[in-house]
């Protein structure tokens, strides 16, 4: 039965399943990362049918009678006046909605290193910091954090431009300068989600990895993560916050 669909309802069908997909996983994603997803998975549909001929007048002819109107009456004349009206619409609804001023008083400013749950507070870090450890922090980091982080921890990996808020820039000194050991385990470990309420509203996409499947289908350890921060901080040239 699914052999005798168009290639328009099996493209249909696919991005229905992906959006689905892409919104079941927890934590969940930022809309952000799931736009990229349906648009990734969209370009790809429209590479797939530019190949062949036939799939193309299957994928795109449909969709160019019905905005054309070739050969239209009663209710499908109807529906297509509908969409042409309704998608011009409801993209000026919604610049209008971005760029009319507000009467509503200001948002709370959200505070953007809040301090970390009671169980982390005040941690060190208990692995020495030797050169085999921060080079074995570093070869985790090139492997789990460099595709959004960066290479050289500037916040500009590869994968960086899909989030909203960017990575972190390890290199800034407004940014793990200016926080202690123990905050740098905590983000890591349980990652954007579980932020106190004065952190929020917040739209991180930072992996839980302390939970996340990682090395060989486990998270990384407490050890782990440990190294990184001893490798994060090398790296960048500073030194964790301490209080004396």
Known sequence: MFKNLS???????????????????????????VMMYMVLTLIAIVIYVSLFEDKSE???GPISRFLGGEGQSGLISALRIVVLV????????????????????????RVVHPA????????????????????YGGALYAQYCAFCHGGKLDGKGREAHGFNPPPANFVDPTTIAMLQESYLFWRIKNGGVGLPVEGQPW??????????????????????????????????????????
């Open 116 to 135: 970390p749950p009671a169980e982390f507070m005040g941690l060190s870090n208990p692995v020495p910091k030797t050169e085999a450890n921060i080079q």
């Open 7 to 33: 290639i328009l309802i099996k493209a249909l069908i696919l991005l229905v399943i992906v959006y689905i997909g892409v919104k079941l996983i927890q934590p969940p994603l930022p809309f952000s990362m």
């Open 86 to 109: 309704a998608i011009p619409l409801f993209v000026g609804m919604n610049v209008y909605g971005r760029l009319v001023p507000s009467d509503q008083p200001p948002a709370e400013q």
């Open 203 to 244: 739209n991180s996409a930072m992996p839980r990895w302390g939970l996340m499947p990682a090395r060989g289908g486990k998270p990384l350890t407490d050890e782990d993560i440990w190294k990184i921060i001893h490798y994060e901080f090398s790296a960048s040239g500073h030194e964790p916050r301490t209080w004396e």
């Open 58 to 60: 299957e994928f795109y």
